[in-house]
């Protein structure tokens, strides 16, 4: 019988002693440790040597599952790490969660760097009292459907331009294809954001196109930057280097541009109230945060910037494999396309949340590309209690990695787990008799956390993703550039994952 479960600190000596098949901290095993080091050599050393590149970071986790089973220790320095990668473990992990659980920062880097520069630290660097002040100001306007649904005609509207802008591009050479979709999709998901966040325009496709790409290139600088820190010595904690003066100029050059647009919104919102012509349903989400008493201005900016920015590392990837694999499977792509047109009609028909409730193959589409191509490696903790994991005990304030994401391609949770089947997450009586099998464990696949520090931006960045495929679908029939390719798309780790090569679709008016 397997044992995971709690154990005070009180009793986790005893409980070792008594059951002498629970192992103890020190026996968790994982790569060699060196002094100072810890593991951080093996994203040094060349893959003859057994090392990793840092952009191989995900594959290095499924070694690591691989070589040493269901729990694996690395030291970073002096920082203790465990990945946890048995969903049951993960279960055990969330189980005891208060309302309040505690992590280490989203991105060391960004803490770091905000606190250098007095800001606020916002929602994914900060815990306890803090954390749950800013988490309950925000929870109304950014985790319930219906406020969010209030941002879907403008997210439609973003989405059409969008659609229009592939266009403009298609129509320049004779391939449709369009080079450049990675920075194209950037600049879509930052207008829709710029929407949500000031209801105007930022001019992306237009005026400011040339800013907007620069702030696109930033915050790519940003991720992939914070990605190597992570697997570095914190050195520039201690004195500068050139790659964390380098993030400090991506950083301040996104905040800058992104603050102004802030701050420029916030100013209108207060001269419209004094003026007594502040319009109920303009400014909602900006209107909401600055209503709140227990928010500050720059706990308002932060948020906001956060919201603002965040969709450009997270949704961004995502719906760019949604584009390859619709394209690698024209079959699942038609049927999509005929949901789509069932419930929406012809091109013209208004995207309303009642449409998309209806899109559930689409949806289906969105999940297993999440699984085929997960968005991120892990989810962080920081336990409060002592625990029993894969019958090694951890002590309470270790920092665990939950690291699910290695079985997503295994036929132990999944029948046929290497292909892309979208009904394995559809409901029986929506595929009628059918072979597909999903995993039922509950803490497997999980891509947006759990519990109360899920992530904030879900059911923004879930909306952005299914009015983007609707009107893509709607418009377009995707075709890989070159079908006769057998390599399957690999990731790249950027902080978060990665398409590791350009995705080069031709885009074949319906």
Not at 350 to 376: F, H, M, Q, W
């Amino acid at each position: 019988m397997r044992l995971w479960g709690v154990v005070s600190s009180s009793s986790a000596k005893l409980a070792t002693d008594k059951v002498n098949h629970i192992k103890t901290f020190d026996e968790i095993p994982g790569p060699r440790r060196f002094p100072v080091v810890g593991t951080l050599y093996q994203y040094k050393l060349p893959g003859w040597l057994g090392g990793h590149e840092m952009s191989r970071y995900h594959i290095a986790l499924r070694d690591m599952h691989a070589k040493y089973g269901p729990l694996v220790r690395e030291q970073r320095g002096d920082h203790a790490l465990i990945h946890v990668f048995d969903p049951d473990d993960v279960k055990a992990v969330f189980s005891v969660e208060g309302k309040s659980p505690t992590i280490p920062p989203l991105q060391e880097a960004t803490q770091f760097y905000r606190t250098k520069r007095e800001l606020s630290l916002g929602l994914g660097n900060t815990n306890g009292d803090e954390w749950y002040r800013l988490r309950s100001a925000v929870h109304k306007m950014m985790l319930r459907p219906k406020e969010v649904s209030y941002y879907l005609p403008f997210v439609d509207k973003v989405a059409i331009d969008f659609m229009g802008r592939i266009e403009q591009e298609c129509s320049k050479k004779d391939d449709r294809i369009v080079e450049n979709l990675r920075e194209l999709v950037g600049k879509w998901i930052l207008e829709s954001a710029g929407m949500i966040c000031f209801e105007k325009r930022l001019g992306g496709f237009a005026e400011n196109e040339s800013l907007v790409e620069k702030m696109i290139a930033a915050n790519k600088q940003i991720f992939i930057i914070a990605g190597e820190l992570k697997l570095s010595l914190p050195l520039y904690k201690y004195f500068p280097t050139p790659r964390m003066k380098r993030f400090f100029d991506a950083e301040d050059f996104f905040y800058d541009h992104a603050s102004k647009f802030i701050h420029e919104t916030i100013q209108e919102i207060q001269n419209l109230a004094k003026l007594g012509k502040l319009d109920a349903n303009r400014y909602n989400f900006l209107s909401y945060l600055l209503s709140r008493k227990e928010l500050s201005e720059k706990d308002v900016a932060i948020i906001t910037f956060s919201l603002f920015g965040d969709g450009l590392s997270t949704t961004t990837p995502t719906f760019l494999f949604n584009l390859y694999l619709l394209a690698k499977h024209p079959d699942v792509q038609e049927r999509v396309f005929v949901e789509i047109e069932r419930n929406l009609g012809k091109q013209g028909g208004i995207v309303t949340v009642d449409v998309l409730n209806k899109l559930s193959l689409l949806k289906a589409v969105v999940k297993e590309a999440l699984r085929l191509y997960p968005n991120g490696t892990e989810v962080s903790r920081i336990i409060q209690t002592d625990l029993v994991l894969s019958n090694y005990m951890v002590p309470a304030n270790t920092h665990v990695d939950l690291n699910q994401f290695v079985h997503f391609r295994s036929p132990q949770y999944f029948h046929d787990p290497d292909n892309f089947i979208p009904e394995r997450w559809l409901r029986d009586e929506e595929v009628g008799e059918s072979s597909k099998s999903v995993q039922n464990h509950p803490y497997l696949f999980i891509p947006f956390g759990h519990g109360t520090r899920m992530c904030a931006g879900r059911r923004f960045a879930e909306q952005d993703l299914h009015v983007g495929l609707t009107r893509m679908v709607q418009k377009y029939r995707l075709e890989l550039a070159d079908p006769s390719a057998s390599q399957e798309m690999e990731q790249v780790y950027e902080t978060l994952l990665f398409p590791k090569h350009p995705v080069r679709i031709k885009f074949m008016p319906r």
